[in-house]
């Protein structure tokens, strides 16, 4: 199983944007479709957005689409999650995770390895 790190998580105005990245290990990244989630305090877990392991096709929650892009890059190991225009309603733990498919999941028992989350706060 893949190992990830994310990181990139921090403060930002309403408005303003924020990168984080999803660093792997221990496996072989391309061969993994990859997702991003996110959880507010005393919510659910849910899904922001994903990407297939060739990296061709993506597919976003209604809640971040024209906002959020997800990218990877298979030689160095890593995903991104490039967050523009950005909300309070985006404040939240945000969470990488890989499964073993050709195709993206929403559900995040689908999901097999999972980053230990990144604290993303937006201020108004």
């Known amino acids: 199983q893949v190992q990830l790190v994310d990181s990139g998580g921090g403060l930002v105005q309403a408005g303003g944007s924020l990168r984080l990245s999803c660093a792997a290990s221990?496996?072989?990244?391309?061969?993994?479709?990859m997702g991003w989630f996110r959880q507010a305090p005393g919510k659910e877990r849910l899904f922001v957005g994903g990407?297939?392991?060739?990296?061709?096709?993506?597919y976003y929650a209604d809640s971040v689409k024209g906002r959020f892009t997800i990218a990877r890059d298979n030689g160095q190991k890593t995903m991104y999650l490039q967050m523009n225009s950005m909300k309070p309603e985006d404040t939240a733990v945000y969470y990488c995770?890989?499964?073993?498919?050709?195709?993206?999941?929403?559900?995040?028992?689908?999901?097999?390895?999972w980053g230990q989350g990144t604290q993303v706060t937006v201020s108004s």
């Open positions: 995770a890989a499964r073993r498919s050709i195709r993206i999941a929403t559900i995040p028992s689908d999901y097999g390895s």
């Open positions: 221990g496996g072989t990244f391309s061969s993994y479709t």
């Open positions: 990407i297939t392991w060739s990296g061709d096709s993506t």
